[in-house]
Nanobody, 114 residues
C-alpha cells in the first residue's frame, strides 16, 4: 500500500523560509515525485516535480525561490521554500506517479503572512 506523508508546513512571514518533507512508502523508487499546491480557489496546481534521475520542473511562480530534491535511500522528497510570498499560501500535497497511477498525501498547510 502506497503512503505519502507530508510534514513541515506552518506559518511563515513573507521573505521567510520553510522546508517540506514527504516520506513515501510502498511506491517504486523510479516514481515521478512532486509537490502541488491547493489555494483558496480549490485548484491544485503543480509546484515542482523531480524524476528518479533528478530532472527538475518548476512552476514559473516559484522558480529561483523553491528547490525540490529527493533522497531515494530515505524515500523522502523535500521542498525548500525561500523568499516566501503571501501568494504561496495553500495546502501543499505530495504526489507520486508510477506505472500510470497517481498517489497523493493528505497535505500540509503553509500560511505566509505579509
Amino acid at each position: 500500500q502506497v503512503q505519502l506523508v507530508e510534514s513541515g508546513g506552518g506559518l511563515a512571514q513573507a521573505g521567510g523560509s520553510l522546508r517540506l518533507s514527504c516520506v513515501a512508502s510502498g511506491i517504486s523508487s523510479n516514481a515521478l515525485m512532486g509537490w502541488y499546491r491547493e489555494s483558496s480557489e480549490h485548484q491544485r496546481d503543480l509546484v515542482a516535480t523531480i524524476t528518479s534521475g533528478g530532472t527538475l520542473k518548476y512552476a514559473d511562480s516559484v522558480k529561483g525561490r523553491f528547490t525540490i530534491s529527493r533522497d531515494n535511500a530515505m524515500n523522502t522528497v523535500y521542498l525548500q521554500m525561500n523568499a516566501l510570498k503571501p501568494e504561496d499560501t495553500g495546502v501543499y500535497y505530495c504526489n507520486g506517479v508510477t506505472y500510470g497511477v497517481a498517489y497523493w498525501g493528505k497535505g500540509t498547510l503553509v500560511t505566509v503572512s505579509s
